[in-house]
Nanobody
């Protein structure tokens, strides 16, 4: 099993920046895809950005040019999201996501989720 632990959320003023980080723990050999989803109050959970093990990225239109996703270590078991020019509409709980986890015993082609970290953009 894999556990995803997020960090870096908080309160920031409009126009400010935050960096979210997520680390996968467990006996993991590799992870194919990692990314971030967000869920605002009363809304669905939507994709923010995703990145493959090969470095291919996919962003929601609303964050293109403002957010940057990256894989953070040589094992590709960590992912970060640099968020710049934040706006009140970016306020949400941000969830780390992973799919395609290889362990010494098995390959799990299912979605794994972190518990979420709250980002609040307000003056």
């Amino acid at each position: 099993q894999v556990q995803l632990v997020e960090s870096g959320g908080g309160l920031v003023q409009p126009g400010g920046s935050l960096r979210l980080s997520c680390v996968a723990s467990g006996n993991i050999l590799s992870i194919n895809d990692m990314g971030w989803y967000r869920q605002a109050p009363g809304k669905d959970r939507d994709l923010v950005a995703a990145i493959s093990s090969g470095g291919s990225t996919n962003y929601a239109d609303s964050v293109k040019g403002r957010f940057t996703i990256s894989r953070d270590n040589g094992k590709n078991t960590a992912v970060s999201l640099q968020m710049d020019s934040l706006a009140p509409e970016d306020t949400a709980v941000y969830y780390c996501w992973a799919r395609g986890v290889a362990t010494p015993k098995a390959y799990y082609n299912v979605n794994a989720w972190g518990k979420g970290t709250l980002v609040t953009v307000s003056s």
